[in-house]
């Protein structure tokens, strides 16, 4: 199946070369997008010296619109799976090659990388999170399972595998706010089959988290607004069956 | 008919405007619908989203010259004191207007976004191309 990998950077330069080199290694077979985010540094031109195939966004636009920007593309240029994982090196390429088979095997419409391989645990042997990032996870896991009715563990994973009635919806409807969550609302309030796989995810190479406290509260707060309102969207079944 | 525009026009017992709070008010309001029509004239302001600060100008100008008429109103919406009246409708008026700013950025944003991405996605296609003509120094040549 033809098939891409797509990889938001923002001022990433430090690892996305390294991680453009993991791709190529573990999935030959993909083709490989760089979707930079306006990034003011070296993001741009070392993915090209690394030799992604670079979509530039003129401006900083958040991730969900950079997402967006790989899904769009994927959609048009006829690729049956995409992926997309993180450019600072936090999720390993040979973990996106499992959640592809999924999609190679029609199990399921999108798969989620979860870094918590136990769902009943906070923690994972490998994962240690700030106390801030765990009452976040708590709450976001709790009103998401609330409003899909499907557990979900890790709600802002931003590993993902998806196939073309996936592209479809996601390319025409995706909060640039709060993609990761909504998204997984999304899929679900259309039908689509959402799937959450344990994998293993290590410390970040380079950047770093966004996440202080206040911004955590904020984020959360946020998150629960956008979720309640999610619920009250209208349906486009006409964008998921195709 | 007459008579009641009179009556409209002269002072009201319910509302303390005096003449000269009204010449004051008439005068704020021409300057205002001059002030609407200037930005206009440099491009500052497009005509579409004029047309509302117009009729808001137009409405300082009647409410100077016929307090009578926001005694009317008042007593329409059953609001004893007018002033309260008057600022309860300014204030629903600048609410719904500043709703509706929000709406038109909201949709701008969606536009912009989409017209980022669209150029972004050309740029990555326009490099696939060259990419597979062979010609590495015209993708150089293309970037700078």
């Given at each position: 199946m033809r098939t891409l990998v797509f990889i938001p950077a923002w001022n990433e330069e430090d690892s996305v070369a390294n991680v453009i080199a993991d791709v190529r290694e573990s999935l030959p077979e993909a083709d490989l997008l760089v979707i930079?985010?306006?990034?003011?540094?070296?993001t741009m031109a070392r993915s090209r010296e690394a030799g992604a195939l670079v979509a530039s966004l003129p401006f900083n636009q958040g991730l969900g619109a950079a997402l967006q920007t790989g899904y769009l593309y994927a959609l048009r240029e006829g690729y049956e799976a995409c992926a997309h994982l993180d450019a600072d090196g936090q999720h390993p390429p040979r973990e996106v090659a499992r959640l592809l088979e999924e999609i190679y095997g029609d199990r399921a419409d999108l798969v989620i990388g979860s870094?918590?391989?136990?769902?009943?645990?906070?923690?994972?042997?490998?994962y240690k999170p700030t106390l801030s990032r765990r009452i976040g996870t708590g709450v976001f896991r709790f009103f998401l399972t609330l409003a899909t009715r499907q557990r979900f563990t890790d709600t802002t994973s931003g590993m993902r595998a998806a196939n073309r009635r996936v592209m479809a919806l996601f390319s025409e409807h995706?909060?640039?706010?709060?993609?990761e969550i909504e998204s997984l609302q999304l899929a679900v309030r259309e039908g689509l089959r959402v799937e959450e796989l344990p994998v293993r995810m290590l410390e970040r190479t380079g950047g770093s988290s966004f996440l202080t406290p206040l911004r955590s509260a904020f984020f959360i707060f946020k998150g629960m607004i956008v979720l309640l309102v999610g619920q009250f969207r209208p349906r486009h079944p006409e964008a998921s069956e195709r | 008919m007459n008579a009641l525009l009179l009556r409209a026009a002269s002072e009201s017992p319910k509302v303390h405007l005096t003449s000269q709070t009204r010449i004051i008010a008439a005068v704020l309001a021409l300057a205002f619908m001059g002030l609407v029509l200037e930005l206009i004239r440099r491009d500052k302001l497009q005509e579409r989203f004029s047309v509302v600060w117009f009729v808001a100008g137009l409405g300082m100008l009647v409410g100077a010259a016929f307090p009578g008429l926001l005694t009317l109103v008042a007593d329409a919406m059953g609001v004893r004191d007018t002033n309260v009246a008057l600022f309860s409708i300014v204030l629903l008026f600048l609410l719904g207007l500043a709703l509706n700013f929000s709406v038109t950025m909201s949709r701008q944003a969606a536009q912009i976004t989409r017209l980022a991405q669209e150029r972004a996605l050309e740029k990555a296609s326009a490099q696939a191309r060259s990419g597979e003509n062979g010609s590495k120094a015209k993708s150089e040549s293309l970037e700078s």
């Open positions: 930079d985010d306006g990034s003011t540094d070296g870094r918590y391989r136990d769902p009943g645990k906070a923690e994972s042997d490998d995706y909060s640039p706010d709060f993609a | -």
